[in-house]
């Protein structure tokens, strides 16, 4: 009561009234740590690097992106030495078959050579590897050509059937045959031989013989039959097919 009577003394407004105000009075005592959460929060969605706040999660998560990122490197180092390895080869298949290699081969061989100071799959034994694969190609394509050599080639043949007239009806058709049988060429053989009566008593001959296409011309074959002038009238050619 005395301190009540001091203060009333000293302030004349009633002390209930001054306790309500400052019963209102806003007090932030922990301010600066929740200014410190808030900053924390905030650098946390935005991706930022906070200290003191990676969590477990992060770091597995971390652990494996890294993971991948290697295994990425690993697997396109293979992709490049298999797509290097792809291209020596079809150059080495298009070298084999003896044929030319398409446009692009030349840029995919070239950019081959290029890569293999850097890519080395298997060394030197890829070398000798290499050096006796070209050895057995060149002996198989000796072999080759030696059986090509070898193999008989098809010759080109003619049957032709001539009609050999006479002069007229007392022309020996005997010596007649044996004159055109006497021609001799290399590529030429002489086959059946008939007569056949064309009127007046007249017989013509029909003899057939085979030729060779690329010794015997036929018509050379004409003029010789027909320099047998005391028998021969004409010579011509009744048929022929390539045998």
């Not at 477990?56 to 990122?69: F, H, N, P, R, T």
Request: aromatic share 6%.
């Amino acid at each position: 009561d005395l301190l009540d009577s001091l203060l009333q003394e000293l302030n004349p407004e009633p002390l209930k009234f001054r306790m309500a105000a400052l019963a209102q009075d806003n007090f932030w005592f922990n301010k600066s740590q929740c200014d410190d959460a808030e900053r924390l929060y905030f650098e946390k969605l935005s991706g930022a690097k906070v200290d003191g706040l990676v969590s477990e999660d992060d770091m597995v998560l971390a652990s494996k992106l890294s993971a991948l990122e290697l295994e990425n490197k690993a697997l396109k180092k293979v992709t490049d030495d298999l797509k290097s390895l792809i291209a020596k080869l079809e150059s080495r298949v298009v070298a084999l078959e003896g044929g030319k290699p398409a446009a692009a081969a030349p840029a995919a061989a070239a950019a081959a050579d290029e890569e293999d100071d850097d890519v080395d799959l298997f060394g030197s034994e890829d070398e000798e590897e290499s050096e006796e694969k070209k050895r057995i190609t060149e002996e198989r394509l000796k072999a080759y050509a030696e059986k090509k050599s070898k193999k008989p080639q098809i010759i080109a043949k003619t049957s032709v059937l001539l009609d050999v007239k006479p002069w007229d009806d007392e022309t020996d058709m005997k010596e007649m045959l044996g004159a055109v049988k006497s021609v001799e060429m290399e590529g030429l053989v002489w086959g059946a031989n008939k007569l056949i009566p064309i009127g007046y008593g007249i017989n013509k001959l029909q003899v057939m013989c085979t030729v060779e296409d690329e010794k015997v011309s036929i018509e050379e074959l004409q003029e010789k039959i027909e320099a047998f002038e005391d028998f021969v009238q004409s010579c011509d050619v009744a048929a022929m097919n390539k045998i």
